[in-house]
């Protein structure tokens, strides 16, 4: 006489389908905000350090190549470049590009007035001043230069 032998059941039922379904799209809701902040945080912040790092290339240029160099906002960027001629503007194709920091999509400008770091050949800079980022979630980051003879930079966040 042969018997039937059962065979262990594989795979999910209908309902424990659904329930591990609802509990991924709870998690899903719940962290989502959450990895959305800290994202724009993680912009925010990369750009404040992009553009510190700017700011030393652009003091460290200015003392090798006995120019000055300046770093400035320049619309929806921070633009570094020698001023070889000594007239505080960016010319294209003659005077050399430090580098520049495009801001991205969800970090603006916060508001303050403009500021220009200019380099001497000394590597001083002529005025203290700060570049402002801001995000529409109340996140701000601020680079500022507090010292005129040694430039120097610090980043400042405040969240």
Do not use: C
Not at 22 to 31: K, R, S
Not at 98 to 110: E, F, H, K, M
């Amino acid at each position: 006489m042969s018997k039937l032998q059962l065979r262990p059941r594989a795979g999910f039922t209908l309902v424990e389908a659904l329930v591990s379904i609802v509990i991924l799209a709870t998690l899903t809701l719940v962290g989502l905000p959450a990895f959305l902040e800290y994202m724009t945080r993680s912009q925010l912040l990369t750009t404040g350090q992009q553009t510190q790092a700017l700011l030393a290339r652009a003091r460290h240029m200015a003392v090798k190549q006995r120019a000055p160099a300046i770093v400035e906002p320049s619309g929806d960027q921070v633009v570094g470049f020698l001023d070889e001629d000594d007239d505080t503007l960016f010319d294209e194709g003659t005077e050399p590009l430090l580098g520049r920091v495009p801001l991205p999509t969800q970090v603006t400008w916060d508001g303050g007035p403009p500021y220009q770091a200019r380099f001497e050949a000394n590597g001083s800079v002529t005025a203290l001043g700060q570049f402002g980022f801001a995000t529409g979630k109340d996140y701000e980051l601020v680079v500022r230069i507090t010292d005129l003879a040694s430039a120097r930079v610090e980043l400042v966040p405040n969240w």
